[in-house]
Nanobody, 123 residues
């Protein structure tokens, strides 16, 4: 089992920045990739970004490319999502997820999920 806890969400004005954190515990050595997804009310949960356990491979949704940066600190079993130039379209609950195999940009590759953290961008 892998447990994930997100933090860092909140209310921010358009154009501002936030950094989300995802702390993992349990069988973290079995994690192949860690991803961030988001879900706004009435929409499907969508892929945002992912990072390979080694930190070498990163993946981004087109909507956040050049604004968001995913990184990891293996010594702390923590993955970060730095979000810059936020706009109202980024308002959602953000979920951290851990994958043990599969394509890191596909939701079905993730078997472990955190509880989510709310990000609200005011215009």
């Amino acid at each position: 089992q892998v447990q994930l806890v997100e933090s860092g969400g909140g209310l921010v004005q358009a154009g501002g920045s936030l950094r989300l954190s995802c702390a993992a515990s349990g069988r973290t050595h079995s994690v192949y990739a860690t991803g961030w997804f988001r879900q706004a009310p009435g929409t499907e949960r969508e892929f945002v970004a992912a990072i390979h356990w080694s930190g070498v491979g990163t993946y981004y949704a087109d909507s956040v490319n050049d604004r968001f940066t995913i990184s990891r600190e293996n010594a702390k079993d923590t993955v970060y999502l730095q979000m810059n130039s936020l706009n109202s379209g980024d308002t959602a609950v953000y979920y951290c997820a851990a994958s043990q195999l599969g394509n890191p940009i596909q939701r079905r590759a993730y078997g472990y999920w955190g509880q989510g953290t709310q990000v609200t961008v005011s215009s």
